[in-house]
């Protein structure tokens, strides 16, 4: 079973909203249960990456590194959400929706830290750093792309290996990038925004 078989294999299925027709209180839960698995998806698929390929090409990263590269990937998934929402929820359910997934990746964040000051800058910056990663990968494309600096999955795995401080290794970008494409299948988005079926 190849990478992108077994990550559609294991992507979730979204069985609790089968036959859920979208509406403002439908698009609310949806989004509180996409804010559950992207926070708990992007852990351990960063502890994933850090185990594997990483550990195999021998990079050597600090915790600083490590949580770069988790609060990019936060927003990259977060980035792709708003694609997909786009695609499959008229303006006013898509709003509703990145809304409470906004403010349910926000609080979960928060949790993290024991000081109510710094939780509060941690929601205010993951505001305007969404916004900016927003106006900064909106321009790339999704799936087949004329040139691959084109594909915003390889512009993505650009920017984690820049993060983690090993630029220029072109094995290393295409190893990453593999594995973002496969991160972004895991959450099967398409499959709990589109109430067509």
């Not at 992007?42 to 600090?62: D, F, H, P, Y």
């Not at 949790?111 to 321009?139: C, I, T």
């Not at 993060?163 to 988005?189: H, W, Y």
């Amino acid at each position: 079973m190849g990478v992108f078989d077994e990550a559609i294999e294991l992507s979730c299925k979204w069985d609790d909203f089968a036959n859920a027709v979208n509406n403002k209180s439908i698009i609310n839960k949806k989004a509180m249960a996409l804010a559950n698995v992207l926070t708990s998806l992007v852990a351990s698929s960063v502890k994933e990456m850090q185990q594997g390929i990483l550990k195999e090409s021998g990079v050597q990263t600090n915790d600083s590194h490590w949580w770069s590269v988790y609060y990019d990937f936060l927003l990259y998934m977060m980035h792709i959400t708003d694609r997909e929402a786009a695609i499959y929820l008229d303006d006013s359910l898509r709003h509703v929706f990145m809304k409470q997934l906004f403010g349910r990746i926000a609080d979960i964040g928060a949790e993290d830290f024991d000081d109510k000051s710094r939780a509060r800058e941690f929601r205010h910056n993951l505001s305007n750093n969404f916004n900016l990663f927003q106006s900064e990968y909106s321009s790339y494309k999704r799936g087949h792309t004329e040139r691959i600096d084109e594909n915003v999955s390889y512009m993505f795995a650009k920017r984690v290996q820049k993060r983690l401080g090993q630029e220029g290794d072109i094995i290393l970008t295409m190893q990453i990038f593999e594995f973002v494409l496969k991160i972004e299948l895991l959450p099967n988005i398409p499959a709990l925004l589109d109430d067509s079926s």
